[in-house]
């Protein structure tokens, strides 16, 4: 019990460590420019096919699952506003972040863990590069600039996927829904988006590296850094919607 | 006669170890190590499977810290330098794993030109082409430079591995395991090569090997590494003239069987 509890505390100081060192290389020269672009196309533009579909899909089945409970009071009128909000405040980044770590946050863990098992982090480290800057730094800045980006991306989406439903049933045209649509969201429910994005992009990124990053024991150690950079990164986004909508809600009131 | 057909300069060590111990949790490795590398020699490091022979040279190179003892290399302490000193001197060290550790997602021609861009930013494109054709061409794979390291065969890899550790031009290179799972041929392809790097880039060499053809063929001096420590140290002849039961299975299974 008392080695468990150690093991544990031994985790949890490599980690803070492994944190504050990206924020301390994030900052120092030399930059990976090339690197980190070619990083954004790999989390962001490979994972648009995935996030187009599941936004789309979330939209209209939020749509379709919202308007019984609003046909009650008569209120489906009120459909855009609420999807708006919905898709807008919660829906939008966490869905983003979801899929992004589990595709993208396995990919990392698998990557950086294979290359760990086959000595490719050490030969970057005796041929005179800094592999956390070129591997961590890079990645870990490109989910946390591409999931914002991909969370718009996937509201876009969601909304328009919303609106084919509720122009089908209530034959709202394209200029009505949008004008309540734009008409409900306000400022703080932007930053929200975008707050929760990044923290979530960040979260993707540090814990899929950090898995991949510390991957031991052969061919195992690379499949278990990936299923622990999803399980783990997934479970502290929870933690963290949770910490930010609260957050939110303070400055609203 | 040298093996690698260089000069050895008796007067300048470029590495000295001194009673290095290093210990994996109840696994002690190395049991107060001294070794001493002689300007443009060949030092072979001959060992079991597991007793600590990569270790060493990782200790060497800075992967790895040291439990005790002291570690120079030319003429700087290697536990005692920052991560940017370490980063300097790590430019005048090859070392060739035994994998090859190329990356995977990159080209022959990226691998080598990784290390290139990374720290010699002032060269031009051109430059840096001519640097990479020159290695390869070293190594005699020209043809290869745009294939991925997964077309490759184990002794290409091998190869380019080596090219790669080339292209920074440093003054010691470190091998580890050079011609484990090789086949024979390919095996006497890489000691000649291992010779020909020593000759043409005027490079100090360890080299860690369980196999004794390659031993036999690349080494100036030979150490034996036997229970953490080294026992034996000497030309190939002299280490195997013994009748410790340690070391002649080695020779056995290698010339006899």
């Known amino acids: 019990m008392i080695k468990k509890i150690q093991r544990i505390l031994i985790e949890l100081a490599n980690i803070h460590r492994f944190v504050m ?94 290359m760990r098992v086959t000595e490719q982090i050490d030969a970057m480290e005796v041929s005179g590069t800094n592999p956390f800057k070129f591997l961590v730094v890079s990645r870990v800045l490109a989910t946390t600039i591409t999931i914002p980006i991909l969370s718009f991306y996937t509201a876009g989406v969601g909304l328009i996927g919303a609106f084919l439903s509720v122009n089908q049933r209530e034959n709202t045209s394209f200029t009505v829904y949008f004008d309540q649509v734009f008409e409900a969201v306000t400022y703080l429910d932007i930053f929200s988006l975008v707050l929760k994005a990044v923290v979530f992009g960040f979260t993707i990124g540090i814990v899929g590296c950090y898995q991949g990053y510390h991957s031991s024991k052969g061919t195992e150690g690379v499949g278990r850094a990936a299923n622990w950079a999803v399980v783990m990164s997934m479970f502290l986004i929870f933690i963290e919607e949770i910490l930010i909508v609260q957050i939110i809600q303070a400055m609203r009131a | 006669m040298l093996k690698s057909g260089g000069h050895i300069d008796r007067d300048t060590e470029v590495i000295t170890v001194q009673n290095v111990s290093k210990s994996f949790g109840d696994l002690h490795v190395l049991r ?45 302490h290697v536990d005692e330098l ?65 294939q991925m390291p997964s077309e490759l065969s184990g002794g290409q890899r091998k190869r380019i591995g080596i090219a790669r550790t080339l292209i920074l031009r440093p003054e010691i290179m470190l091998y580890d395991e050079p011609t484990a799972g090789l086949d024979p041929i390919t095996c006497i392809e890489i000691n000649g090569l291992i010779n020909e790097v020593q000759e043409k880039y005027k490079t100090s060499s360890i080299i860690i090997t369980h196999d004794l053809a390659c031993a036999k063929s690349v080494g100036d001096r030979i150490v034996m590494l036997l229970d953490g420590k080294f026992e034996r140290e000497g030309e190939f002849d002299q280490i195997f003239d013994t009748d410790d039961e340690r070391v002649k299975p080695f020779y056995d299974y290698n010339f006899i069987t």
């Not at chain 1, 939209?59 to 308007?67: A, K, Y």
């Not at chain 2, 430059?127 to 054709?133: K, L, P």
């Not at chain 2, 061409?137 to 020209?142: R, S």
């Open chain 2, 82 to 146: 920052s991560e940017k000193e370490l980063q300097q001197l790590r430019l005048k060290i090859g070392f060739s794993f035994q994998n090859s550790a190329l990356y995977d997602s990159m080209t022959v021609r990226e691998n080598l030109e990784f290390p290139l861009v990374r720290n010699k930013r002032h060269l031009s494109r051109g430059e840096i082409n001519h640097e990479v054709e020159d290695v390869l061409d070293a190594v005699g794979l020209l043809p290869t430079i745009n």
């Open chain 1, 21 to 114: 060192r990206f924020y301390r290389e994030v900052f120092m020269p030399p930059y990976e420019f090339k690197e980190i672009i070619r990083q954004c196309y790999e989390v962001g533009w490979k994972s648009l096919p995935l996030i187009s579909l599941t936004g789309f899909i979330t939209g209209v089945v939020f749509t379709n699952q919202s308007r019984p409970s609003l046909a009650e009071f008569g209120a489906t009128s009120w459909l855009p506003a609420l999807i708006s909000i919905a898709i807008i405040r919660a829906l939008a980044p966490l869905v983003t972040a979801l899929i992004a770590s589990g595709k993208v946050g396995s990919q990392i863990g698998a990557e950086l863990g294979s």
């Open chain 2, 32 to 76: 107060g190590v001294d070794l001493h590398l002689f300007k443009g020699e060949n030092l072979v490091v001959l060992g079991r499977s597991g007793t600590g022979k990569s270790v060493l040279i990782k200790l060497i190179s800075g992967l790895l810290k040291p439990d005790s003892g002291t570690i120079e290399v030319l003429g700087k």
